[in-house]
């Protein structure tokens, strides 16, 4: 008994200790999850979206990037868009929240994607998770993904 | 870096010249007029032969290849574009771009580039036309058949003589020629205001100034020594490209806003060194050769500021053959043993220039076809863009080949081949710079640059065989049969790249917003632009019979072409076509001579037909098969009567052509046609005047067809010509 006690205590200390492991933002971390733009009422799922969160150096902004997203089906296009955002606290080492309002998202080049002006974003990366939602030009829109 | 290289070139053509005064040095000169080193020439066993004489070429008015067709049973050379445009179609076979189908030689020198084959003829004694794969012996591009032109040898004698006719079109054509011991110069000059008119800018569309200029030296260094060193040069200056709408059935005059130019300079400086000893005969020849041009074209022929292309080439080229034979002769074995080798440079810069018009119909309106209106419009807000494409094209060969003859009896059994190894390596650098913005996303104007740069090389060995047997057991007759296989050198698709840079601008623009289309441009990339040697087996059986005045001479062939070069649509390309080798082709026919003379009376006939199809040919989307191959005629036909009398000469002649299907699909077809010639002179003394005229019927024909921007066009052929002259023996 007293083996299996020490057993689960040391396994709840290991989980303990990678749950503390700090995540290194700066460098990138990917999510991977759904995306639902509401429109004309209805939810569209970009299932199996992959999207990106990267911290600034001094973590006071960060970028949202997603890929290949469509607003509605019949969209003959898929965009790129990275999202700029202000980090706004963090919980521990690898919780942060964010938010972003009146800004426009730009092109993994650089360039301002005027279409989609971003108004209420809100949201929160965690080491396992990465929720968000806004309204991407006229469309209300979220994400809920796993860290890969 | 291409002045170093004209650089290079010239010091070579001086170091040519100078090992020909060395070589030349010997007091004891032995002037042997004989000596017109045929060195290559004694080879075509089992092929048909048709020689023109100098004589014909005068009096059927013959002073350029495009003055050819039908006079050479089965081969047409259309007369369109500029003189940078030497199509040769074969017994069903030619090409518009890239390699020819036909070898040229000049005295035993092979012109490498397809550009330089265009050029008037100065003093040429004959011109002979080898049908079929020549491939054995002379390798490359020899798919279909080898010209080769002899020209004047100097004989010993001093003369002096003088040319000049003047014509309709403002046509004047001026020679001079100097034979003196062993030296023969020829200097010509021809000028022409041009037969079409551009009516958008009332102008002539195809003025024609050239000049050329020729030194031939025969020499005799000694009992065992021979050599011949020809120094050939032209330069020349025109329009071009007299292209017309084509529209509803109803062909409309030259009209486009934009320069059709054509700017040449060729040089070819050829050494031939024969040595005779006791046991082996072996001939040198080497050639330097230099072509600078540059063409200048409206791409859309139209009024319209669309886009233009200029092509600007600089490309020095050595070649070397040596070719040994023993000297002895044996009773029933006649060898030849050769080698060639050749290096080729090509400095080619091809600019495409978008103007406005074109910016919005060629690129615009396609794009926005493909963008939602959710997500903008697409502008490029610039007047216009450049995209610029510059080549570095090395291309080398070297080849060994043997041929024996048998001859038995009446017979004789030949048996040949050649191992040919060809190889190429292209430098590319395209650019191109313009200005976007996609209204609705963007609030102002991103300057976007494509750079695309790369090389690409390839080297393919070709095994060339030949096997000819002859009987030649009854009098003045020859019948023969024989298999040859011939090919025609792969390559780069230059002209495709700024197709590809413009697919590349519309996607890097949309890489640059983030945009992926469902339908994204699908786009070759500069890894399929090479495109393989062509080859081609051929089957001919023939007799030719000969006595007194009289000659005849028939054969027929079958011919199957492997991997032809042919032009498709790649994928995603929105103006451009490319070659490849998409497919297979058979061709078969017949090719018949008959001339007959007999005092001042010559009478001479050809006829030429060909059954040429695509046994396989998939343009990408629609499949060709059982279709006649276009551009070339079914039909060749020449006849001609003349009499001479002894100091007056008239002759008359005509030349069919047809009929020759203009595309794939075979749903547009020019009607066999025929043109009609003749030439009266009289001599008065040393003095010849003469008259003469082409297509004085004024038959209205079409020469040439394609397609551009969705619309067709048409060259006409040339109207009535009439051309007075006179020429004087001075000396």
Not at chain 2, 201 to 208: E, F, I, R, S
Not at chain 2, 295 to 314: A, E, G, H, K
Not at chain 2, 555 to 581: D, E, H, K, W
Request: glycine share 8%; proline share 5%; aromatic share 12%.
């Amino acid at each position: 008994m007293k083996k299996l006690i020490y057993l689960i205590s040391l396994l709840g200390l290991l989980a303990c200790n990678k749950n503390s492991v700090p995540i290194d933002y700066t460098v990138g971390q990917h999510y991977r999850g759904s995306l639902w733009v509401e429109y004309n009422g209805e939810n569209y799922e970009n299932k199996d979206i992959e999207v990106g969160f990267t911290l600034s150096e001094d973590g006071k902004t960060a970028e949202i990037r997603l890929n290949r997203i469509r607003f509605v089906p019949q969209m003959p296009v898929t965009v790129d868009t990275v999202l700029p955002v202000t980090v706004q606290g963090t919980g521990n080492s690898n919780t942060y929240t964010f938010s972003a309002h009146n800004v426009y998202p730009h092109s993994p080049a650089g360039v301002e994607q005027q279409k989609y002006l971003i108004n209420n974003l809100s949201g929160m990366a965690t080491g396992t998770m990465l929720n968000f939602s806004l309204f991407f030009g006229d469309y209300p829109t979220r994400f809920t993904g796993s860290r890969q | 870096m291409v002045p170093d290289k004209i650089l290079t070139f010239v010091f070579h053509m001086l170091l040519s010249a100078l090992i020909s005064l060395l070589l030349a040095s010997p007091i004891d000169t032995v002037l042997t007029p004989s000596y017109a080193t045929a060195a290559k020439e004694e080879l075509p066993a089992g092929a048909p032969v048709t020689t023109v004489s100098s004589m014909q070429l005068q009096q059927y008015g013959v002073y350029n290849p495009k003055a050819l067709p039908a006079l050479v049973p089965g081969i047409h050379l259309p007369d369109y574009g500029s003189s940078m445009t030497s199509s040769i179609y074969v017994r069903g076979f030619g090409s518009r771009m890239e390699n020819p189908v036909v070898g040229l030689y000049m005295d035993d020198f092979p012109i490498l580039d397809k550009n330089s084959y265009d050029l008037d003829y100065l003093d040429i004694a004959s011109i002979r036309f080898l049908h079929g794969p020549q491939g054995t012996a002379y390798g490359r591009n020899a798919l279909f058949g080898v010209i080769s032109v002899r020209s004047e040898a100097p004989d010993g004698e001093t003369m002096l003589r003088a040319q000049l006719e003047y014509g309709l079109a403002h046509h004047v054509r001026a020679q001079v020629s100097w034979h003196q011991g062993e030296h023969a110069f020829s200097l010509g000059y021809r000028h022409s205001r041009g037969w079409f008119k551009n009516e958008y800018k009332d102008a002539w569309a195809d003025p024609y100034n050239g000049g050329q200029l020729r030194w031939r030296w025969d020499r005799s260094l000694s009992d065992r020594w021979q050599m011949t060193n020809l120094l050939q040069t032209g330069i020349s200056a025109e329009g071009g490209f007299a292209y017309g709408l084509w529209k509803d059935g109803v062909q409309h005059p030259v009209s486009y806003n934009d320069e059709g130019s054509y700017r040449r300079v060729t040089v070819l400086e050829g050494f031939k060194l024969r040595y005779q000893g006791e046991k082996v005969q072996v001939d040198g020849i080497a050639s330097l050769q230099f072509l600078a041009d540059r063409m200048r074209m409206d791409q859309d022929y139209t009024p319209r500021n669309i886009f233009t292309l200029q092509q600007s080439q600089l490309s020095p080229a050595h070649t070397l053959e040596v070719i040994v034979r023993p000297t002895r002769k044996f009773a029933h074995w006649k060898p030849t043993s050769g080698a060639f080798a050749f290096f080729k440079y090509n400095r080619m810069e091809a600019p495409v220039l978008f103007k406005r018009e074109g910016i919005q119909t060629l690129i615009l309106d396609n794009a926005n076809k493909g963008i939602p209106e959710d997500i903008g419009t697409l502008d490029i807000p610039d007047n216009d863009f450049l995209i610029s494409s510059n080549f570095d094209i090395l291309t080398w060969n070297v080849a060994l080949y043997h041929e024996s003859h048998f001859p038995v009896g009446g017979w004789q059994f030949t048996a040949g081949l050649r191992l040919d190894y060809e190889g190429a390596k292209m430098l590319y650098d395209c650019t191109a710079s313009l200005h976007y913005q996609l209204i609705g996303m963007m609030s102002s104007v991103r300057p976007y640059t494509d750079h695309y740069r790369g090389t690409l090389s390839h080297g393919v060995p070709v095994l060339l065989p030949k096997l000819a047997v002859e009987y030649n057991g009854f009098p003045n007759t020859r019948i023969y049969t024989s298999a040859t296989k011939g090919y025609r050198a792969g390559g780069f698709n230059t002209q495709i790249f700024s197709d590809i840079l413009q697919n590349r601008l519309m996607n890097g623009m949309m890489d640059d917003l983030g945009v992926h289309f469902d339908n994204e441009r699908v786009s070759i990339g500069a890894d399929r632009t090479e495109y393989k040697p062509e080859e081609a087996w051929n089957f001919e059986l023939g007799a030719s019979f000969h006595k007194d005045g009289f000659r005849a001479d028939v054969n027929a062939f079958y011919i199957t072409a492997l991997r032809q070069q042919l032009t498709v649509f790649p994928p995603g390309m929105s103006t451009g076509r490319m070659m490849t080798n998409a497919g297979k082709s058979r061709s078969y026919g017949v090719e018949a001579q008959v001339s007959y003379n007999k005092g001042g009376f010559a009478a001479h006939a050809a006829w030429g037909w060909n059954n040429a199809r695509f046994t396989e040919y998939t343009d990408g989307t629609v499949s060709y098969a059982g279709n006649r191959i276009p551009y070339s005629p079914e039909h060749t036909l020449f006849a001609a009567l003349g009499y001479n009398w002894s100091k007056v000469s008239l002759q008359a002649h005509m030349r069919g052509i047809g009929p020759i299907a203009w595309n794939e699909q075979n749903t547009l077809v020019e009607p066999f046609y025929v043109t009609l010639g003749a030439r009266a002179s009289v001599e008065l003394g040393r003095v010849l005047l003469y008259l003469e005229g082409e297509n004085l019927t004024n038959t209205r024909y079409k020469a040439f067809y394609f397609k551009s921007m969705g619309n067709e066009f048409f060259q006409l052929g040339k109207p009535i010509s009439l051309q007075l002259g006179i020429q004087i023996r001075i000396i």
